[in-house]
Nanobody
């Protein structure tokens, strides 16, 4: 079994910054792609940023230049540095990872429980 645990959310004023972290734990053999999604009330969950095991990154247009995704493979951790936050960034942020475990020698997708980010105007 794999657990993803997010941290770093909170309340911040418009223009402020937050850094989210997500640690994967369990019987992990390998982690492939990792990413951050968000879901605002009444809206669908959307991809914010993704990063491959080799470090290639991808961002949704609305966060390009403001958010930076990174990962520490030795720590099974992915980060999301969020700068110049706006009220439009308010949402629950979820960590996502493609993980191979010792029980199943193929990749399955796992999700964290989410961390709330609220940006006040």
């Amino acid at each position: 079994q794999v657990q993803l645990k997010e941290s770093g959310g909170g309340l911040v004023q418009s223009g402020g910054s937050l850094r989210l972290s997500c640690v994967a734990s369990g019987s992990i053999v390998r982690i492939n792609d990792m990413g951050w999604y968000r879901q605002a009330p009444g809206k669908q969950r959307e991809l914010v940023a993704g990063i491959s095991s080799g470090g290639s990154t991808d961002y949704r247009d609305s966060v390009k230049g403001r958010f930076t995704i990174s990962r520490d493979n030795a720590k099974n951790t992915v980060y999301l540095q969020m700068n110049s936050l706006t009220p439009g960034d308010t949402a629950a942020y979820y960590c996502n990872a493609q993980v191979m475990t010792s029980s199943f020698l193929h990749f399955n997708t796992y999700w964290g429980q989410g961390t709330q980010v609220t940006v006040s105007s």
